[in-house]
């Protein structure tokens, strides 16, 4: 198994605190993704990395804020959490060796979260 | 705008039958094709990638592709309940990442 980790797994916050999100992975993978998944939704992209301070936005982007400053850490942070963002969040990373950007895709174990 | 839909479900197919799960998708351009099978609770494991128009075979999966009508389906033969899962189709656009579809939840019934 791919080694990705994401912490915390559960966590219930109140409207309008900061919360973050980690992902760690051990494979040395250039791409790391943060997707959330809502029922009826799907899997939506809300930010990628591409290398060490290099990110981008998904499609659902909006509120949410991200860092990589190690190859092995991509932190998701909602600077001030609404009940919208009740969600399970899933990082990702590419199954692929080496550099490459494919859809060939490994999860990690989700977090759920709980804003009140 | 890349769209990917799929059914729903949930789709219920008796044991040892073959569950058919469908995929349309709007991007014509779209390269990549994958299914990912999620287990309630779990996270997505992918399970087959198909890249050109035709058939992919792995055990009992078969992924099938048609660009021209920009379809990609999933047969699953000799279905077990173990099989029961939401199954999510996604696809990739010349190193974009993934768009997925909302899954088809699949029951096979014992």
């Known amino acids: 198994d791919a080694g990705i980790t994401q912490s915390p797994r559960h966590k219930v916050t109140e409207t309008g605190t900061p919360v973050t999100l980690r992902c760690h992975q051990t494979e040395n993978h250039r791409y790391m993704y943060w997707y959330r998944q809502d029922p009826g939704h799907g899997l939506r992209l809300i930010h990628y990395?591409?290398?060490?301070?290099?990110?981008d936005k998904g499609e659902v982007s909006d509120g949410y804020s991200v860092s990589r400053s190690k190859t092995e850490d991509f932190l998701l942070t909602l600077e001030s959490a609404t009940s919208s963002q009740t969600s399970v969040y899933f990082c990702?990373?590419?199954?692929?060796?080496?550099?490459?950007?494919?859809?060939?895709?490994?999860f990690g174990e989700g977090s759920r979260l709980t804003v009140l | 705008q890349k769209e990917v839909e799929q059914n729903s479900g949930p789709l219920s197919v008796p044991e040892g039958a073959i569950a058919s799960l469908n995929c349309t998708y709007s991007?014509?351009?779209?390269?990549?094709f994958f299914w990912y099978r999620q287990y309630s609770g779990k996270s997505p494991e992918l399970i087959m990638s198909?890249?050109?128009?035709g058939d992919k075979e792995d055990g009992r999966f078969t992924a099938q592709l048609n660009k021209a009508s920009q379809y990609v389906s999933l047969l699953i033969r000799d279905s077990q309940p173990s099989d029961s899962a939401t199954y999510l189709c996604a696809l990739e656009v010349r190193n974009t990442p993934l768009v997925f579809g909302k899954g088809t939840r699949l029951s096979v019934i014992a």
């Open positions: 198909i890249y050109s128009n």
């Open positions: 990395s591409y290398g060490v301070k290099d990110t």
């Open positions: 990702a990373i590419s199954a692929r060796t080496g550099h490459a950007n494919t859809g060939e895709l490994f």
């Open positions: 991007d014509r351009v779209s390269q990549s």
